[in-house]
């Protein structure tokens, strides 16, 4: 026999002891309700919420500035200290005073202020997207939520990538330094059109979808790679989804909007760029890891690439002698995309809503770390989170190129009651399985929901009830996604769907079905799947 070419390496990342810590400790376990009846109340579902003292009001230190109306809205709710550049051992004495803290990325939120904030502080909000700043596992460890803003500066980096767009197409930078300089060089700034060219849109989230809406404006056709987009939300504003290779093979433009992860890191390479029509022009807005910057000097240099535009880069700010930001066919910009009046309110405005939110004990839909589960249950369930996660990475990653994930239905099979087993933590886990890896995005028990809503895609369970003894929580549980092409033919089941199914043997996890063949093979490392003839 031989093996056919459909042979696929699948790579599902383990589930180490961080992800399972980030599951815990944020949150305050309130008491169950006494009179429930007494074989219910080992497994009755706690109630979670922050505590905040009914005293008197609590107390947000804001430690950068914020817009107007985002500090209005904390004042209407607390006592706000607004105490800008503090240094770490500042912070570190205010801290123990306040129950809340808003930073934006000028301030780290180490280990050493979650220790010295004595148990008080509860809810640290970062006023945008990245949470580098903040020590997540310590803020875990210390039972306080982190949440962030990431939606209200999507307008503002959209206009910058299509301002980044017309002012490479036109020479605009360069042609503006040039006549300060005392020179008048008409011919050597001669631009390119938009009208009928192709852009190539990179990642077809909030950014990308709003980049794409103006780029039509401008008369350009526009295709778009993303594997999770759903084909139809594309089609609705006149967007083809295409294949990677496609998309980077057909391009006169391209722009970047897609996350950093170890998938996308580098993913513009000197491979990749060798695909590319000659004299593509590119825009990233993004981030800067998501292209080789040496390979993209190579590739100006040859006359792949005919112009770049970068508002990002590997290391910011860039080295002064850097041959990237120094070339003459860059246009440049200091990390701008958010950088607008408008954006940054909204921005305030968002984080505050966060902040008042988690102090009420409302569960955020933009937390970045998760609420606390109870170490029974933690404990019993640990082998099948790991299954649950595996399962959705493998899911995803059969998924063929432009095939937008919409259905996804997962299935436990289980000799436990349905009151007697809760599956929100691995409906959590699927879900974070089947967006992290192409997403930026933190995936927990508060937000996976949300996240998997925000991105148009329906999960829905379903409990298959066993004869026998419920020692173990789970027989199997089940993923399955419909509406999809496969990488791997043989992962189509008879119904049409991508199905992948595991057990947990002797406490480690395995996987047992590939589409409607059965196969025993432990979830770790890197899986080979091959198609015998």
């Given at each position: 026999?031989?093996?056919?070419?459909?042979?696929?390496?699948?790579?599902?990342?383990?589930?180490?002891?961080?992800?399972?810590?980030?599951?815990?400790?944020?949150?305050?376990?309130?008491?169950?309700?006494?009179?429930?009846?007494?074989?219910?109340?080992?497994?009755?579902?706690?109630?979670?919420?922050?505590?905040?003292?009914?005293?008197?009001?609590?107390?947000?230190?804001?430690?950068?500035?914020?817009?107007?109306?985002?500090?209005?809205?904390?004042?209407?709710?607390?006592?706000?200290?607004?105490?800008?550049?503090?240094?770490?051992?500042?912070?570190?004495?205010?801290?123990?005073?306040?129950?809340?803290?808003?930073?934006?990325?000028?301030?780290?939120?180490?280990?050493?202020?979650?220790?010295?904030?004595?148990?008080?502080?509860?809810?640290?909000?970062?006023?945008?997207?990245?949470?580098?700043?903040?020590?997540?596992?310590?803020?875990?460890?210390?039972?306080?939520?982190?949440?962030?803003?990431?939606?209200?500066?999507?307008?503002?980096?959209?206009?910058?990538?299509?301002?980044?767009?017309?002012?490479?197409?036109?020479?605009?930078?360069?042609?503006?330094?040039?006549?300060?300089?005392?020179?008048?060089?008409?011919?050597?700034?001669?631009?390119?059109?938009?009208?009928?060219?192709?852009?190539?849109?990179?990642?077809?989230?909030?950014?990308?979808?709003?980049?794409?809406?103006?780029?039509?404006?401008?008369?350009?056709?526009?295709?778009?790679h993303d594997p999770y987009a759903p084909a139809d939300r594309a089609h609705a504003i006149g967007v083809d989804l295409v294949s990677f290779d496609e998309a980077i093979a057909t391009a006169d433009f391209i722009t970047l909007h897609m996350p950093l992860t170890p998938a996308t890191s580098k993913i513009?390479?000197?491979?990749?760029?060798?695909?590319?029509?000659?004299?593509?022009?590119?825009?990233?807005?993004?981030?800067?890891?998501?292209?080789?910057?040496?390979?993209?000097?190579?590739?100006?240099?040859?006359?792949?690439?005919?112009?770049?535009?970068?508002?990002?880069?590997?290391?910011?700010?860039?080295?002064?002698?850097?041959?990237?930001?120094?070339?003459?066919?860059?246009?440049?910009?200091?990390?701008?995309?958010?950088?607008?009046?408008?954006?940054?309110?909204?921005?305030?405005?968002?984080?505050?809503?966060?902040?008042?939110?988690?102090?009420?004990?409302?569960?955020?839909?933009?937390?970045?770390?998760?609420?606390?589960?109870?170490?029974?249950?933690?404990?019993?369930?640990?082998?099948?989170?790991?299954?649950?996660?595996?399962?959705?990475?493998?899911?995803?990653?059969?998924?063929?190129?432009?095939?937008?994930?919409?259905?996804?239905?997962?299935?436990?099979?289980?000799?436990?009651?349905?009151?007697?087993?809760?599956?929100?933590?691995?409906?959590?886990?699927?879900?974070?399985?089947?967006?992290?890896?192409?997403?930026?995005?933190?995936?927990?028990?508060?937000?996976?929901?949300?996240?998997?809503?925000q991105r148009g895609i329906r999960i829905s369970e379903e409990r298959v009830i066993l004869d026998g003894s419920p020692q173990k929580p789970l027989e199997a549980i089940r993923v399955q996604i419909a509406n999809v092409e496969s990488r791997f033919a043989s992962a189509i089941s008879e119904l049409g769907e991508i199905k992948v199914e595991g057990q947990v043997k002797d406490g480690i996890p395995r996987l047992t079905k590939v589409g409607d063949f059965g196969v025993d093979?432990?979830?770790?490392?890197?899986?080979?799947?091959?198609?015998?003839?």
């Open positions: 026999m031989a093996v056919s070419s459909s042979s696929l390496i699948l790579s599902p990342p383990s589930l180490t002891k961080s992800h399972l810590s980030s599951l815990s400790l944020s949150w305050k376990q309130l008491p169950q309700n006494l009179s429930l009846p007494r074989h219910h109340r080992r497994r009755a579902p706690p109630i979670f919420a922050v505590v905040v003292s009914m005293n008197s009001k609590p107390t947000i230190l804001v430690a950068e500035k914020l817009g107007d109306a985002g500090l209005d809205l904390l004042k209407s709710f607390a006592n706000v200290d607004c105490s800008y550049n503090l240094s770490p051992e500042e912070l570190c004495t205010k801290i123990s005073l306040c129950d809340a803290l808003i930073v934006r990325s000028g301030t780290k939120v180490s280990r050493e202020v979650f220790e010295s904030s004595g148990g008080r502080l509860k809810v640290v909000g970062r006023a945008g997207v990245g949470i580098d700043n903040v020590d997540l596992a310590a803020a875990t460890e210390h039972g306080c939520l982190v949440v962030n803003a990431p939606t209200a500066n999507t307008v503002a980096a959209a206009e910058h990538g299509i301002a980044l767009l017309t002012a490479m197409a036109r020479n605009v930078a360069q042609a503006d330094a040039s006549i300060k300089a005392g020179k008048w060089q008409r011919n050597k700034y001669v631009g390119v059109s938009l009208v009928g060219k192709t852009l190539a849109v990179m990642g077809f989230g909030k950014v990308g979808t709003e980049v794409a809406r103006r780029a039509k404006g401008l008369g350009m056709n526009i295709i778009a513009l390479n000197d491979e990749n760029f060798a695909k590319m029509k000659k004299g593509v022009r590119i825009v990233n807005v993004a981030r800067g890891g998501v292209i080789d910057e040496d390979a993209l000097v190579r590739a100006l240099d040859a006359g792949i690439v005919a112009q770049a535009a970068l508002d990002v880069f590997t290391v910011e700010p860039p080295p002064k002698d850097s041959k990237l930001v120094n070339h003459e066919n860059v246009t440049v910009t200091p990390h701008l995309g958010a950088s607008t009046t408008e954006a940054q309110e909204g921005v305030a405005i968002e984080i505050a809503e966060a902040v008042v939110g988690a102090l009420r004990g409302e569960l955020a839909a933009t937390a970045v770390n998760a609420p606390m589960v109870p170490s029974e249950v933690l404990i019993e369930l640990k082998p099948y989170v790991t299954l649950a996660e595996k399962l959705g990475r493998l899911a995803v990653q059969l998924v063929a190129g432009g095939s937008g994930v919409k259905t996804v239905k997962v299935t436990y099979t289980s000799a436990r009651a349905p009151d007697d087993l809760d599956t929100r933590l691995l409906r959590a886990m699927v879900t974070k399985g089947l967006i992290e890896p192409i997403s930026s995005v933190f995936v927990n028990l508060v937000n996976a929901d949300f996240t998997a809503k093979v432990s979830l770790e490392g890197n899986i080979i799947l091959c198609r015998y003839t």
